[in-house]
C-alpha cells in the first residue's frame, strides 16, 4: 500500500520519509476521485509554502500522464491562509495588510519613555512580529498591567535584582500591544493576522459544505491553524497527509509525530518502516538507552553492510570559498550523467549567492526558490542612489553610480548619453577635483568645457542634464528637514522625482523593477489609507525596510537546479540532494526566537518555543535524508561521486574554527563506529585543488618566475629634460620609482575626494599664510606692516579671516570640515608669535616662489619654496611650513631626505634652510642648516645628483632598491614585482 493509515482517524495518513508523499497523494485522487477524473475542482490541496506549487503539480502530473490522463483539470494547491482569506466572508472593518509599521510609530511617539535609546523602527519590526505570534495563536494579552506583569514574573522564576529588567520588557510589550490594538480600533481597522485567525474560526464552526481539503504536511502552523484542522478532522471534512519519522524510541529532539498528535489532539499508533536507512537515522539520531557508541556496533552487527555508504557522503570545506567551489563541482558532475533533478538546500544566504554565480558561470540555470530581498537588486540600487544623492548633495561616488545605471536615460542617444558622463566624471569630476554640489558641476563644466575646446552642443546636453536634477533637488530639499510631512505627499513627490529621470520606464521592461514598480505603487496606496505624517528619516527608513522585506525571484526555463532553504524543501523530491552549510549556528541554529521573553514564558504565553521550531527543522532535516532512492543506478567505476546526498560544510571562518551541526557529527560519527568509515569526500577535496573538470576548462594558473630585483637603463626612453624637487627624491628613494614616474609618465588613479585629507590641510594652511603675507587675489591680505606685539590682535584677525575664506568652499560641501578649520585656527596665535619673534632679524621676501636651475645642457631642477626670507646680512632664509610630520635632521644631513637641500640648489647665498612645523606644540623650527653644515650638506647633495644623471645619460642599469619603507608606500609595486623577488 502506498501509504499507511496509521491512526485511530483514518483521515489521517503517517507517511516514512522513504515514501514520496506525492506518490500517495496520487493514489489516494485516484482511489476516491476516480470517478471524477480529470475534473477535480471539488479537490483543493493545502500546502505549508506558496513555492511548492509548481514543482508539486509537475511532479503529480508526471505520475496522473504514467496512469493514461494527459492532464488534472481544477486541482488547486493554495496555502492555508490564502484558502481562507478567499473564503472570507463581508467585513466591516477594513483589513490592513501593509502600513503597520506607520500605524505602530505613530503609537511610539505617544510613549517616548519606552524607547530609551532604541531605534524605533527596529523596535517597532520586532513588536509587530511579536504580535503576529500572539493574533496567529488567538492570544490576548491581560487588560490590566499588574496581573500580566505578575504573570510573566512568575513564569521567569527570576531572583528580585533581575526584576526590573523584566518589567520593562513587560510594560513595552503590555503597553505597545493595547496602543497598538486601540489605534486599529479608532480608525475601524483590523490587523491582517488577526482577521484570517478570526476567520479560520468562523470557517471551522460554519457546518456548511466546504471543498474537499487535503493538507500535504503539517508541521509549523499556529494555535489557530491546528485548531481549524482538528475541528476539519473532527466533523470529517479534510484529509491530512503528513510526512513524519515512525521510530519505536524517541529521536532529536522529539518526535513530529508527539507534536502532531499534541496540536491535533489526536492519538498515533506506529507500525515498523522497516528500510534500512530509517533504521539507520533513527538509531543515529535517538536518545535513550544503550549508549551512542553500543548502538553503532549492535546496528552495525544487525545490518553488517552500511545501508548509506557510496550514497550519502559529507564534504569538510577548509573555508567558504571551497565549500561552493566543491558543490558546483558535484552539480556539474551530476548533470554531466544526466541526473535531472537536483536540490541545494541553502541556509546561508551569502554561499547561496556565491553559489549561483558559479553555476551561471558555468551556465547552469537555478531555479532560486528563495530568491533574495528586492533591496538587493540593480532596480532598487538606482533607487538607493537617488535617495543617497539626495541627502549628500549630490556627491561625486552616488552621482556617477546613478548616471551609470541603465535604468536612467535622460538622452535618446544612450552612447552620446554615455559619452556626457564619461566627459563628466573625467574632465570635470576628477580633473577638477569637483567631488559635491551640482552648482559647482556646473560651474567647472564652463570652465572646462572651454578650455578644452569641447563642441557647443556637448556643453550644453550635459548642462540640461544637470539641470533637471537641479530642479528635482529643489523640489524634494523642503522634505529633507526634520520636519514631518504628509507621507502621502513625500511618496508621491519622491515616485515623481524617479519618473521625470526615467526611471519608471526602464523599470517597465525589467523583472525586478516591475516588482519594485508594485512596491512604490503600494507604499503610494498604503500612505493614501493611512493618513499620518513622517520626518525624511521615518520616510527613508520606511522604504528602505519595504525593500529590505520584500523579495525578488528571478524566471528561470530550466529546473534541473534548484536552489531553497529547509522549510521551502517540505515535500520536495530530487534525484540528488546537497545540504550545504552543515554548522551548529545553522542547524539547529540559536535558541533564540524573538527579543521578548524567554523559552518558558513563551510556554506560559501558549507561544511556540525553540524546541518546537527546532523539532519542525529536524523533521525536515531529517525527511530530507530519506527523501531519494538509496539503490545506485549507475556503474561503480564512478561510483566515486555518484552519491545521493552530499551534506557540506566550512570548518573555519578567518581563522576561527566553525562548529558543526551535531545532527552532521551524529551521522558521521555513528558511521565511523560501525563500519569504520567517516564518509568524508576526498575526491572533491582534490577537485577543488585542481578547478579542472570534464565539461569546463580554466587556464593554468600564470606563473611568475621570481627574479633578483626590477631593473632598467633609462637612456633608452629618454631623461627629461625638467626634474622636480619630487622626482629627485623619487631618484634618491628608487630609481626604478623616478623611470616609472618621469620616462614612462605614470601615475596612480586620482581619487576624488569628498572630505579633506591631511594632505588638502596642509594645502589650505599654505594659501592661508601665502594670502597674509602677499596679494592674493579673492582674498583677504596682506597683513602689510612688520609684525609686533602692537599689531598682534589685527595680525591674528585677518589671518583669521583669510582662514574663513579658504575654507569657506569646503565647509559649504561638507559641514565636518569645519573641524579642520577650527584646528588650523587654535595655531594661529601661536604662528603670530613666532612671526613677531622671527620679524626681529628677517623680512620677508616672497612667498610660494618658482625656481629653476639648469643642472647640465640638458637637465633643469625646479620647485616652488614656500617662503623666503632676507637676513641682516642679505642673505636668503628658505622656510617649508610643515602642517605634519618632518623628516629627522638626520635624514636631511645623509642625503635621504632632500627636499630642504634641494631647495638651497636652487638659490644662490643661502643663509639658512628649515622647516616651520604648526603643530599642537605651536609653531617652532625643526631641521634647521646653516653655516658649514649647510654648504657641506647641499655640495653633497649636488654631487650626488650630478652623478646619477651622468649614470643615467650613459645608460647604466638602474636598480630597484626593495628598501621596505620605500616600498610600503610606492604606487608602483605592481610593475617592478617587488613581491616575487628572490631573498637571499
Known amino acids: 500500500m502506498p501509504y499507511s493509515t496509521l491512526t485511530k482517524n483514518a483521515a489521517i495518513s503517517l507517511i516514512p520519509y522513504a515514501h514520496d508523499p506525492c506518490d500517495c497523494l496520487v493514489r489516494f485522487i485516484l482511489d476516491k476521485y476516480q470517478h471524477q477524473l480529470p475534473v477535480l475542482d471539488s479537490l483543493t490541496v493545502i500546502i505549508e509554502e506558496p513555492s511548492q506549487s509548481s514543482l508539486l503539480r509537475k511532479q503529480i502530473s508526471s505520475e496522473i500522464d504514467k496512469l493514461g490522463f494527459q492532464a488534472l483539470l481544477g486541482l488547486e494547491f493554495i496555502t492555508l491562509k490564502d484558502w481562507a482569506l478567499n473564503q472570507a466572508s463581508t467585513q466591516e472593518s477594513e483589513i490592513i495588510h501593509h502600513g503597520r509599521e506607520l500605524l505602530l510609530i505613530e503609537a511610539l511617539k505617544e510613549f517616548p519613555d519606552l524607547l530609551n535609546d532604541s531605534d524605533p523602527w527596529r523596535l517597532c519590526e520586532t513588536l509587530l512580529s511579536f504580535f503576529d505570534e500572539l493574533s496567529l495563536n ?124 499534541k496540536q491535533l489532539l489526536i492519538e498515533l499508533s506506529f507500525d515498523d518502516c522497516g528500510c534500512p536507512q530509517t533504521q539507520f537515522f533513527d538509531q543515529v539520531f535517538q536518545q535513550q538507552e544503550p549508549q551512542f557508541k553500543d548502538r553503532a556496533m549492535s546496528f552495525a552487527k544487525h545490518c553488517p553492510a552500511s545501508p548509506i555508504a557510496n550514497q550519502l557522503s559529507i564534504f569538510t570545506a577548509r573555508s567558504f570559498e571551497q565549500e561552493a567551489q566543491a558543490i558546483e563541482i558535484q552539480i556539474r558532475l551530476w548533470i554531466k550523467h544526466d541526473i535531472k533533478s537536483i536540490g541545494i538546500i541553502v541556509e ?31 532596480a532598487a540600487t538606482v533607487v538607493e542612489r537617488w535617495l543617497e544623492c539626495l541627502e549628500s548633495n549630490f556627491a561625486y561616488q552616488a552621482f556617477l553610480d546613478l548616471l551609470k545605471s541603465p535604468f536612467v536615460n535622460l538622452v535618446e542617444n544612450r552612447e552620446l548619453f554615455e559619452t556626457l558622463i564619461y566627459r563628466l566624471e573625467h574632465d570635470i569630476i576628477i580633473q577638477q577635483n569637483v567631488g559635491v554640489n551640482l552648482d559647482d558641476y556646473i560651474a567647472h563644466l564652463e570652465i572646462r568645457s572651454k578650455k578644452l575646446g569641447w ?16 530642479s528635482l533637488q529643489k523640489n524634494m530639499l523642503p522634505y529633507l528637514s526634520h520636519k514631518a510631512v504628509s507621507v502621502y505627499e513625500l511618496v508621491e513627490n519622491f515616485i515623481k522625482s524617479l519618473d521625470a529621470i526615467g526611471i519608471l520606464d526602464k523599470f517597465r521592461l525589467d523583472d525586478a523593477g516591475i516588482q519594485l514598480l508594485e512596491t512604490l505603487q503600494l507604499l503610494k496606496s498604503t500612505a493614501q489609507n493611512i493618513n499620518i505624517k513622517l520626518n525624511w528619516s521615518d520616510f527613508r527608513q520606511w522604504i528602505s525596510q519595504t525593500l529590505e522585506h520584500a523579495h525578488y525571484k528571478p524566471k528561470v526555463e530550466s529546473r534541473t537546479v534548484s536552489l531553497l532553504t529547509l522549510a521551502q524543501s517540505k515535500l520536495m523530491k530530487f534525484e540528488r540532494i546537497i545540504i550545504a552549510s552543515n554548522e551548529q549556528s545553522l542547524f539547529p541554529g540559536q535558541a533564540s526566537l524573538s527579543p521578548y521573553f524567554n523559552h518558558q514564558v513563551r510556554a506560559e504565553l501558549g507561544l511556540k518555543t525553540w524546541h518546537d521550531y527546532a ?28 552519491f545521493k546526498i552530499l551534506l557540506t560544510r566550512t570548518s573555519e571562518n578567518e581563522g576561527e574554527e566553525v562548529p558543526a551541526s551535531p545532527w552532521l557529527e551524529a551521522i558521521q560519527s555513528f ?53 622636480s624637487v619630487s622626482n629627485h627624491q623619487q631618484l634618491i628613494n628608487c630609481p626604478y620609482q623616478f623611470f616609472c614616474a618621469t620616462s614612462l609618465k605614470l601615475k596612480p588613479s586620482e581619487e576624488v575626494r569628498d572630505q579633506l585629507s591631511k594632505l588638502d590641510y596642509g594645502h589650505r594652511v599654505h594659501l592661508c599664510l601665502q594670502a597674509f603675507h602677499s596679494n592674493l587675489e579673492s582674498y583677504s591680505g596682506p597683513f602689510a606692516e612688520k609684525l609686533t606685539e602692537l599689531n598682534r590682535s589685527d595680525a591674528i584677525s585677518l589671518l583669521f579671516e583669510i582662514s574663513d575664506e579658504v575654507f569657506a568652499k569646503d565647509i559649504e560641501n561638507n559641514f565636518q570640515h569645519n573641524v579642520w578649520l577650527s584646528l588650523w585656527k587654535k595655531r594661529i596665535p601661536d604662528y603670530v608669535d613666532w612671526q613677531i619673534k622671527h620679524a626681529e632679524n628677517h623680512d620677508i621676501k616672497n612667498s610660494e616662489e618658482y625656481r629653476t636651475i639648469a643642472l647640465t645642457e640638458s637637465v633643469a631642477i625646479k620647485g616652488i619654496i614656500d617662503r623666503v626670507d632676507i637676513d641682516e646680512n642679505n642673505q636668503n632664509c628658505l622656510i617649508d611650513y610643515k602642517t605634519g610630520a618632518p623628516p629627522s635632521k638626520q635624514d636631511v644631513l645623509n642625503g635621504e631626505s632632500i627636499q630642504l637641500l634641494s631647495y638651497a640648489l636652487l638659490y644662490d647665498k643661502v643663509a639658512s634652510i628649515e622647516y616651520l612645523r604648526l603643530s599642537n606644540l605651536g609653531a617652532k623650527s625643526v631641521v634647521r642648516l646653516e653655516a658649514d653644515t649647510l654648504t657641506q650638506a647641499a655640495e653633497q647633495t649636488h654631487d650626488r645628483l650630478m652623478t646619477m644623471i651622468k649614470q643615467l645619460s650613459e645608460g647604466q642599469a638602474m636598480h630597484a632598491w626593495g628598501d621596505t619603507n620605500t616600498c610600503r608606500l610606492c604606487d608602483m609595486s605592481g610593475i617592478c614585482r617587488q613581491q616575487s623577488w628572490i631573498t637571499e
Not at 369 to 378: E, F, M
Request: hydrophobic share 35%; charged share 25%; glycine share 2%.
Open 671 to 723: 558511521h565511523q563506529l560501525a563500519y569504520n568509515d567517516n564518509l568524508e569526500n576526498n575526491f572533491l577535496d582534490e577537485a577543488c585543488l585542481h578547478l579542472r573538470t570534464d565539461n569546463r576548462t580554466q587556464p593554468d594558473i600564470i606563473k611568475l618566475k621570481p627574479s633578483h630585483g626590477s631593473t632598467v637603463v633609462v637612456k633608452d626612453y629618454g631623461l627629461p629634460e625638467t626634474l
Open 138 to 261: 488567538q492570544i490576548e494579552l491581560d487588560s490590566d498591567y499588574s496581573s500580566f506583569n505578575q504573570r510573566i514574573l512568575d513564569a521567569y522564576h527570576l531572583p528580585e535584582q533581575l526584576i526590573p529588567h523584566c518589567m520593562n520588557e513587560t510594560k513595552i510589550v503590555h503597553t505597545l500591544w493595547n496602543a497598538w490594538r486601540a489605534q486599529l480600533k479608532e480608525l475601524n481597522l483590523i490587523d491582517f493576522n488577526q482577521y484570517y485567525a478570526q476567520q479560520l474560526t468562523i470557517i471551522a464552526n460554519n457546518k456548511t459544505s466546504l471543498n474537499d481539503l487535503i493538507f500535504l504536511g503539517v508541521s509549523s502552523y499556529s494555535q489557530s491553524e491546528n485548531y481549524f484542522i482538528a475541528k476539519l478532522l473532527e466533523d470529517s471534512r479534510a484529509n491530512v497527509f503528513i510526512n513524519i519519522s515512525i521510530p519505536e524510541v524517541q529521536v532529536w529532539p522529539n518526535t513530529k509525530a508527539e507534536l502532531l498528535a
Open 348 to 378: 546561508n544566504r551569502k554561499l547561496a549567492r556565491r553559489l549561483r554565480a558559479l553555476l551561471e558561470r558555468s551556465r547552469i540555470h537555478v531555479h532560486d526558490l528563495a530568491g533574495w530581498t528586492l533591496s538587493s537588486t540593480s
Open 455 to 470: 563642441k557647443p552642443g556637448s556643453t550644453k546636453a550635459l548642462k540640461d542634464i544637470l539641470k533637471i536634477f537641479k
Open 615 to 642: 523539532a519542525d527543522q529536524f523533521s525536515d532535516y531529517r525527511r530530507l535524508l530519506e527523501a531519494v532512492d538509496y539503490k545506485p543506478n549507475i556503474s561503480d567505476s564512478t561510483v566515486l561521486y555518484d
